[in-house]
């Protein structure tokens, strides 16, 4: 009844995960292997938690834990990892953007605009190939409210929202890394912005706006758009770069 | 991660081999830890971190399960996101690019190289692992190490 045991489960999870669960977000930067900990509570967690209130986030399994997974593989163990995730999705007050009224004609009586603009993915990731990653994952939502009245003198409420996915990429190189042009272009709808610093540095931008597809489609889907930065970067695709001890 | 360290730099080699699974998500590198062992399929050396419970490398066990919790989950991603990513950039030969270590394992031993072609069966990490029929080389290998470690 007072979910004793429950409780004492929680209390042993990872505090990120903890905090995950109680506010659906949380933000930290630590060492890329000790997000191994945080992965590791994550997994515990179906067999563990049981109580409906404590449910994790739907993102959390499916979109977090592989980009946290992927993101380690290309980092030193102490390679700086910020995640700042809010799962709360587009509908708190803070995410909400400026509203505006439409123009409307008979038979609608009222209608509404309102825009929110919900961040719920940011990592850095400090690479091995000396390289910083910036992805953010950002929703815009466009809703709209109508009111309206029928010839029977009824009134009806109706909404529409629409939403779009903006994932960007950046990644700002190491002094003297070379940024050479793919044979082939990017799909159309992805833009790449190649910025040469004066202090010898070159960042790569990637962006593109996307349609909200399932859950396990959306790592890849930021991961399409984060992979063409690394197009841009020959010795990327040279593992030989790593001088692997070899043996006979 | 649970994996077995390094020994510093300049101290006592407990093993001469180094695992031979390419790691990496985006920036791909030779695994820089020493092989518990050889896969027992294939034979390629690789570590602790590497070898599945079965004795399997990531290619030979199929890589990996869906579970994104698994450690080995991200080599079988890598591969599926690779052959999906291909078809999206529009450039086939992207990710088929090889390099020094995987040209050595096509070249003779008496060629002078550092790596003989009976010595590592899969040394080409994600692409040429399936080439190989085993027949040349392998755990025999495995069995002689030690008298060739080099840096390359």
């Not at chain 1, 961040?119 to 910036?134: M, N």
């Not at chain 2, 998500?25 to 034979?43: E, I, K, N």
């Not at chain 2, 690779?82 to 078809?87: A, D, F, K, N, Q």
């Amino acid at each position: 009844m007072f979910w004793r045991k429950q409780r004492r489960a929680f209390e042993s999870l990872h505090p990120l995960h903890r905090q995950l669960v109680e506010e659906h977000r949380f933000s930290a930067t630590l060492p890329a292997a000790e997000w191994s900990a945080l992965v590791a509570s994550l997994a515990s967690h179906e067999g563990t938690i049981t109580r409906r209130r404590w449910r994790l986030p739907r993102h959390a399994p499916s979109v977090l834990v592989p980009m946290i997974r992927i993101l380690q593989e290309d980092m030193e163990p102490g390679g700086a990892l910020g995640v700042s995730t809010d799962l709360r999705g587009p509908n708190v007050p803070e995410k909400r953007g400026p509203s505006r009224q439409l123009n409307v004609r008979y038979p609608v009586r009222r209608g509404s605009e309102t825009l929110k603009v919900d961040p719920w993915l940011l990592l850095r990731a400090e690479l091995r190939d000396g390289s910083v990653l910036d992805v953010a994952v950002v929703e815009r939502v466009r809703e709209r409210r109508f009111t309206k009245t029928s010839r029977s003198g009824k009134t009806k409420h109706k909404s529409k929202t629409k939403t779009v996915r903006v994932v960007q990429a950046t990644r700002r190189l190491p002094k003297g890394m070379a940024v050479r042009q793919p044979a082939q272009p990017p799909p159309p709808w992805l833009a790449v912005r190649v910025q040469q610093k004066e202090n010898g540095r070159a960042v790569l931008r990637a962006s593109a706006k996307l349609h909200p597809v399932a859950d396990v489609q959306t790592p890849g889907q930021i991961l399409t758009v984060t992979g063409e930065l690394f197009r841009w970067t020959p010795a990327a695709s040279a593992p030989s770069a790593a001088s692997p001890r070899r043996t006979r | 991660m649970n994996m077995p360290p390094m020994p510093p730099q300049g101290g006592p080699v407990p093993g001469p081999v180094a695992c031979s699974v390419l790691t990496g998500f985006f920036v791909l590198r030779r695994c820089d830890r020493y092989a518990a062992g050889p896969c027992v399929r294939c034979g390629r050396p690789a570590c602790g971190h590497h070898l599945g419970p079965d004795g399997h490398c990531p290619e030979c066990s199929g890589y990996g399960s869906r579970n994104p919790y698994d450690r080995s989950w991200t080599h079988g991603y890598r591969r599926s996101h690779y052959h999906h990513t291909t078809t999206v950039y529009g450039n086939d030969g992207w990710y088929s690019s090889f390099d020094q270590y995987d040209r050595d394992s096509f070249e003779s031993s008496g060629s002078g190289g550092d790596g003989g072609a009976g010595e590592w069966a899969a040394a080409s990490g994600d692409f040429g692992g399936d080439d190989w029929d085993g027949s040349d080389s392998g755990s025999d290998d495995w069995d002689s190490g030690g008298d060739g470690l080099v840096d390359s």
